[in-house]
Every structure is written in C-alpha cells, then in structure tokens.
C-alpha cells in the first residue's frame, strides 16, 4: 500500500528551464512534508518541507506547493540547474505517527 | 552541522553470514532509522529507535534486528544474510520522529553472494 506516491520515475529537463516534480498521497492525516535530493553514491540530504497549514513554502529556488484537497504536492526548481541533476524523494508524516513514509523518487536530468 | 557516518561504503558478505552495520551520529538526536533503498521502491524503514535500548520495527523488519547500546550508535543486523538482502542501506538520525528533516549517512552498499 503505496501511500506516498510519485509516478514520474523520471524527467528531463534544459538548464535555465522550470522543473515540476509531483507527489501523491493518499493518508488525508499527513500534516507534514519533506522534499529530498539524493546524488549517487551520497545519503538523501533534506530540502524543504511544508507544514499542512500552509499550501506554499519557498527557499531560493525551490518553492513546494500543496494541495491538500488533491492530496497533491509539488516541488518547483527555477531555473534549473545541471547540478539539480539527481534523485527527489518526496516524503511524508503525521502528527501521533511514527515513521516517515518515502515515495519512490524522480529522477531529474538538467541538460546543459 | 549533523554528520551520520556508515561504518562502510560497501560490503561483500556470503549468504549465510552474520552482517554488521555500524552506524553514528555527533548531534545527541534520540532517533535513529535503518532503511533500505531498492529501484523502484524508494526508501523503506526497516527499524528505528527513539532512544537508547529501544526499537520499533518499520515496515520490512524481517531478518534483520538492531541494537542501541549508546544514544550516538545504531547498528543494524542481518542475523543470516541472504541474496534477497543486497541492497544499499542507510542510516538516518533526527531530533523528532516525524517532523524534523532527518539526516542520512552516505549509505553502505551491501552485496550478498
């Protein structure tokens, strides 16, 4: 049971451009949500999250966006950068919850 | 800044064997998690524990077990390593269990034979 869900395992995208990845969820008691960048060969490192009060946080070029009646999130990059190139996990918890759930990640390509 | 440091960078075992994973981290955070990372399946929580002598299991805790002696150390253990455990392994600690970002280590990748 796939609770957090991100259906694009990739994306492609050209430098200077806007990339949109997008995450699901489908456990309407989620409040709180991470955004992860992972390179190869390195642990995921914490990006920006955003709190279910809000449907908009923003940090330089990465700007979340929630949606809480599609259950829907998402993160913006702009512009894009080659070094934006890498895995984004989107993951999420709740209050009283125990664990972080992960979803599968994106892999996004900035071509130069 | 938090630094989780994986004993290892990768492992080669034999099936059959007893794995240990060692994993510590310097800022004092109760928590600590043990995931594993497969294609297609993102990050599953294998253990955690919220402070020193406890653990919970996560989602895939079979044939795996852990122990936290000290609140700084976490280690993962694969009682009897099997093919099916090859995997890249990463360990995590945070100050909250679930709304503070959670720092990873490098991660170690495990190959069984």
């Known amino acids: 049971d796939q609770q957090v869900k991100q259906n694009s395992p990739s994306l492609s995208v050209q430098e200077g451009r806007i990339s949109i990845l997008n995450c699901d969820y489908t456990n309407s008691m989620f409040d709180y949500f991470l955004w992860y960048k992972k390179y190869p060969a390195e642990g995921p490192t914490f990006l920006i999250s955003i709190s279910s009060i809000k449907d908009k946080n923003e940090d330089g070029r990465f700007t979340v966006f929630l949606n809480k009646s599609a259950k829907h999130l998402s993160l913006h990059i702009v512009p894009s950068q080659p070094g934006d190139s890498a895995v984004y996990f989107c993951?999420?918890?709740?209050?009283?919850?125990?664990?972080?759930?992960f979803g599968a990640g994106t892999r996004l390509f900035v071509k130069a | 800044d938090v630094k989780v440091t994986q004993s290892s960078r990768y492992l080669v075992k034999r099936t059959g064997e007893k794995v240990f994973l060692e994993c510590v981290q310097d800022m004092d955070h109760e928590n600590m998690f043990w995931y594993r990372q497969d294609p297609g399946l993102g990050l599953r929580l294998i253990y955690f524990?919220?402070?020193?002598?406890?653990?919970e299991k996560g989602d895939i805790p079979e044939g795996y077990s852990v122990s936290r002696e000290k609140k700084e150390r976490f280690s993962l253990i694969l009682e009897s390593a099997s093919t099916n455990q090859t995997s890249m392994y990463l360990c995590?600690?945070?100050?909250?269990?679930?709304?503070?970002?959670?720092?990873f280590g490098d991660g170690t990748r495990l190959s069984i034979l």
């Open positions: 524990s919220y402070d020193v002598k406890m653990k």
């Open positions: 993951a999420a918890s709740h209050t009283g919850g125990f664990k972080t759930i």
């Open positions: 995590a600690s945070s100050s909250d269990r679930t709304h503070q970002p959670q720092h």
